[in-house]
């Protein structure tokens, strides 16, 4: 096992989740709940998939956030 560390820098006023899943449909349950509870909310996510192609899978609604969630993505995908 191979253990990385990465700093995350972010811009102001923007807040992170970090989670791990084993379900593929999991961007999709996490996006649908965000615009849900909170009214307004501005998000991107970023999702690697850990087998197969390990893709990196995202959604959102502001195009800044979702960049900013794949490229971390990115970053922590094992190839």
Same mark, same amino acid.
């Given at each position: 096992?191979?253990?990385? $560390?990465?700093?995350?820098? &972010? #811009?102001?006023?923007?807040?992170?989740?970090?989670?791990? $899943?084993? =379900?593929? !449909?999991?961007?999709?349950?996490?996006?649908?709940? &965000?615009?849900?509870?909170? #009214?307004?909310?501005? =998000?991107?996510?970023? =999702?690697?998939?850990? $087998?197969?192609?390990? &893709?990196?899978?995202?959604?959102?609604?502001?195009?800044?956030?979702? !960049? &900013?969630?794949?490229?971390?993505?990115?970053?922590?995908?094992?190839?």
């Amino acid at each position: 096992m191979e253990i990385q $560390s990465i700093k995350i820098e &972010l #811009p102001e006023n923007v807040q992170l989740i970090l989670a791990q $899943s084993h =379900f593929i !449909k999991t961007i999709e349950d996490v996006s649908e709940c &965000l615009v849900n509870c909170v #009214p307004g909310i501005n =998000f991107g996510c970023g =999702f690697c998939e850990a $087998s197969g192609q390990c &893709l990196i899978r995202h959604a959102g609604n502001d195009i800044a956030l979702e !960049k &900013l969630a794949t490229d971390y993505s990115s970053l922590v995908t094992v190839w």
